[in-house]
């Protein structure tokens, strides 16, 4: 399994909060970088928020404030705690791996989030 597979998403009132995880790393692939983009209906895919294996994280002005990026002591998978969510988060997300060295880019299916106002 290279891909990576997402959990969580689903419909949540705005002010409220969700989390998002995802199996990012296996035997098979282990990326350096993993993190989460977006995608609104008629917009391009966006940065929410990355980390690198050493720990260092980036997020996007949008959520940087709201929301927060880590990973599990074995640096397998990836979550995305999500807090004070605005009906501009509803969105697809896509959690995402990079094997920077190898120049190897994978993409998980996506996960809805939609915040009801």
């Known amino acids: 399994q290279v891909q990576p597979v997402e959990s969580g998403g689903g419909l949540v009132q705005a002010g409220g909060s969700m989390r998002l995880s995802c199996l990012a790393s296996?035997?098979?692939?282990?990326?350096?970088?993993m993190g989460w983009y977006r995608q609104a209906p008629g917009k391009e895919r966006e940065l929410v928020a990355t980390i690198i294996s050493n720990g260092i994280t980036n997020y996007s002005e949008h959520v940087k404030d709201r929301f927060r990026i880590s990973t599990d002591k074995a640096k397998n998978n990836v979550y995305l705690q999500m807090n004070n969510l605005k009906p501009e988060d509803t969105a697809v997300y896509y959690c995402y791996s990079r094997d920077s060295y190898r120049d190897a880019t994978y993409w998980g299916q996506g996960t809805q989030v939609t915040v009801s106002s």
């Open positions: 296996t035997r098979i692939f282990r990326p350096n970088v």
